[in-house]
C-alpha cells in the first residue's frame, strides 16, 4: 500500500507499508530545491523487538526550499547534509509510532501530519549535530578510537536498558577509564550516564504502556525495576504523569 498526501505548499508526505522487514534508519537527502527525510520503521523499539510484527513502513516527507523559508529568511536547504543516513532514535520512533497509528482525518490530518514532519526533521538533525561535536572542551575526544569508546557505550546501554551496566563495567568493556567515560559521555550527548539511562527506561516504558496490554507491574519488569513504586515515581518525575494514567485502554 502506497499513500500520497500533500500536507500544505511545499509539504509532501507519502508512506509505503512493505512485506518485509527492515531495519530502523533514516536518510536525509538534499536535492536543488527541497529536502527529502525518508524513514525506514519496523517494531516498537530500536533496541529490542516487543512485537515482532512482519511489516515495516517507508515513511517520506519532502520539504521545499519555499516551504523551510516560511520559518525563516535564514532557513536555507543547503544548511542541510547533502546526504546522510543514521539509525532512528527512541524519540524519533515515538513518532513515527503516532504517524502510523494515526485515525485523523481532513485538516485535523494536516495539522498532525505537519507537526510531526517538523518534529522529525528536527530530531534528525540534532541527533546528527550530536554526532558531529567536535568536543574541542574533551582534547581525548579529539582521538577518533577515544571517541568511538564513548560511542560504544551509548551501544552497551541501549542494548541492556534492562539491566544498565554501572560506571566501572562500562568503563572496562569500553577500555576507557571511569572519568573520561562520564566526562566524554556528557560532552557527546549532552546528558549524564544515569540521565541518559532512566530517560531511555522511560521512553521505552511510554513505548509499553501505549502499544502493548503490558501491565503497569509487567512494564516494570521488562525494564529492569523490581520495585513497582519506584518504577512509579521514575516515570511520574520523567513525564509528569504516573504510568497507570498513560496504560492503553
Not at 499513500?3 to 534508519?25: E, M, W
Not at 568493556?173 to 559521555?185: H, R
Not at 549532552?190 to 501505549?210: P, S
Not at 516494570?220 to 516515570?235: C, K, T, V
Request: proline residues 2%; contains cysteine.
Amino acid at each position: 500500500m502506497i499513500l500520497n498526501h500533500k500536507i500544505k505548499n511545499g509539504l509532501q508526505y507519502s508512506i509505503q507499508t512493505l512485506d518485509v522487514k527492515r531495519d530502523n534508519h533514516s536518510f536525509l537527502t538534499r536535492q536543488a530545491d527541497n529536502i527529502t527525510l525518508t524513514c525506514e520503521f519496523s517494531g516498537l523499539d530500536c533496541s529490542l523487538t516487543f512485537a515482532d510484527t512482519p511489516i515495516s513502513y517507508d515513511i517520506e516527507f519532502a520539504f521545499h526550499n519555499d516551504y523551510l523559508k516560511t520559518f525563516s529568511a535564514n532557513i536555507d536547504i543547503n544548511q542541510f547534509h547533502e546526504h546522510r543516513q543514521q539509525d532512528i532514535c527512541c524519540n524519533t520512533q515515538m513518532i513515527l509510532h503516532d504517524i502510523v497509528n494515526c485515525k485523523l482525518q481532513g485538516a485535523f490530518l494536516n495539522m498532525f501530519l505537519e507537526s510531526k514532519a517538523l518534529s522529525l526533521l528536527l530530531c534528525f538533525q540534532k541527533c546528527y549535530t550530536t554526532n558531529q561535536t567536535n568536543c574541542a572542551s574533551c582534547k581525548f575526544l579529539t582521538n577518533a578510537i577515544e571517541k568511538e569508546k564513548i560511542m560504544k557505550a551509548k551501544e552497551i546501554i541501549l542494548s541492556r536498558l534492562n539491566n544498565p551496566p554501572t560506571i566501572t563495567e562500562l568503563s572496562l568493556k569500553t577500555g576507557t577509564n571511569q572519568c573520561y567515560l562520564k566526562k566524554g559521555f556528557k560532552e557527546l550527548f549532552g546528558t549524564t550516564v544515569y540521565d541518559f539511562v532512566q530517560e531511555q527506561r522511560m521512553l521505552q516504558a511510554k513505548m509499553l504502556l501505549t502499544t502493548t496490554d503490558f501491565t503497569v507491574s509487567q512494564v516494570a519488569d521488562h525494564i529492569g525495576f523490581s520495585s513497582l513504586s519506584n518504577f512509579s515515581s521514575a516515570f511520574k518525575k520523567h513525564t509528569g504523569i504516573f504510568p497507570s494514567e498513560l496504560q492503553r485502554n
